[in-house]
């Protein structure tokens, strides 16, 4: 019964699948600028219900094994009805490849406000609004180990590979996981081709832990009940989203570029510390550091002064045996004999007078 209907069911869908598919594949061979026309039937083509009825042609209709591989579709007991056929993901679904040609990095994010028609805008323009929509629709419906599964088959991805050189082609469009700290988060009305699925969608930024990184752009459907929209916050994150492109946003005077991802939700990794206690932290460590110096600066004083000492000491005794040496030498050597002041007197007595006669 099953496959009666799923047959009845095909062929009654080719009309509808042959109508959604090529919506902006036509466009392509005009001559006009535009990827697609806002007007046509894209929000119509990629609703819950026709993505499910396009599943289930995928699945039964066409027998690829690449889309039997991507989306498994489970019958309930009323399969014509769409709301009763149930959508299991088993893979991230693939974005637009036509539409994902057509971004252009290191551009701000289109200003849907200024009136300025849809089909006048440029090509990287409307590219970015549909695979915006489009990402956000396969994300809330996708979960999130499907998401985590994915993402870690694409590898670890860090910033630079996608903000230098040809790295942004080469991931655009797939899942990736990022982790770091989310510093804020504001709320957005989703956009018009979403409702009434989404009717919100919620920004934030997360800094990456190297020292003086950029911060990367996250979108999501789903807000986890434990956060809360502030300006700022600091909690440990990860994140599961595709990336779309490098979009260029104004601080500090200047331009810089930012990596934005979307994906169904955060996740929180663990509870950091308040910023008043990771200030404290910071004026104990340079208390530390300061009393760290103090005590070096007194040591190498006291040392200094022990080494003087030790020199005085051994400068008095090397001049001690210095005299000593002196003395010493001294009384080694006679000292010389000086010429008598006066001829010394005889002792004899003087010769007898009549002695000298006799010898005469």
């Given amino acids: 019964m099953i496959r009666i209907a799923a047959f009845v069911l095909g062929i009654v869908g080719i009309g509808l699948f042959s109508v959604s598919i090529p919506v902006g594949w036509s466009q392509e061979k005009q001559a006009s600028p535009a990827v697609v026309k806002e007007d046509e039937t894209l929000d119509f083509a990629e609703s819950r219900p026709i993505l499910n009825v396009r599943t289930a042609l995928y699945m039964f209709g066409s027998g690829g094994a690449l889309q039997a591989?991507?989306?498994?579709?489970?019958?309930?007991?009323?399969a014509l009805l769409w709301d009763s056929?149930?959508?299991d993901i088993d893979r991230v679904l693939p974005l637009r490849v036509d539409l994902l040609h057509h971004i252009k990095d290191g551009t701000a994010v289109p200003n849907m406000a200024d009136r300025v028609p849809f089909s006048e805008r440029p090509a990287h323009e409307q590219a970015y609004v549909l695979l915006f929509s489009q990402a956000l629709r396969f994300a809330s419906m996708t979960p999130m180990e499907v998401f985590a599964r994915d993402a870690?088959?694409?590898?670890?991805?860090?910033?630079?590979?996608l903000t230098?050189?040809?790295?942004?082609?080469?991931y655009r469009g797939k899942p990736m996981t990022i982790r770091g700290r989310l510093k804020r988060l504001?709320?957005?009305?989703?956009?018009?081709r979403l409702k009434p699925d989404l009717a919100?969608?919620?920004?934030?930024?997360v800094l990456g832990h190297a020292r003086q990184s950029k911060p990367w752009g996250v979108v999501f459907t789903d807000l986890p009940s434990w956060l809360e929209v502030k300006e700022e916050l600091n909690e440990e994150v990860s994140f599961h989203g595709y990336f779309l492109q490098n979009v260029r946003y104004k601080i500090r005077g200047g331009f810089e570029d930012y990596p934005l991802l979307v994906g169904r939700t955060i996740i929180r990794e663990k509870k950091v510390e308040s910023s008043k206690s990771d200030e404290g932290y910071s004026q104990s460590i340079l208390v530390s550091i300061y009393v760290g110096m103090a005590c070096t600066v007194i040591f190498l004083f006291l040392m200094a002064m022990m080494f003087w000492g030790a020199d005085r000491r051994v400068e008095?005794?090397?001049k001690t045996w210095q005299e000593q040496r002196q003395l010493e030498s001294l009384e080694s050597v006679a000292p010389p004999e000086s010429p008598p002041l006066a001829r010394p007197v005889n002792p004899q007595p003087p010769p007898d007078d009549d002695a000298q006669r006799r010898r005469f």
């Fill in 69 to 78: 591989a991507l989306v498994r579709v489970v019958a309930a007991d009323q």
């Fill in 85 to 87: 056929w149930h959508l």
């Fill in 200 to 205: 919100f969608v919620y920004e934030g930024w």
């Fill in 316 to 318: 008095s005794r090397l």
């Fill in 186 to 192: 504001t709320q957005h009305e989703a956009p018009v």
């Fill in 152 to 161: 870690a088959e694409t590898g670890p991805v860090q910033m630079r590979n």
């Fill in 164 to 170: 230098n050189g040809p790295g942004a082609m080469n």
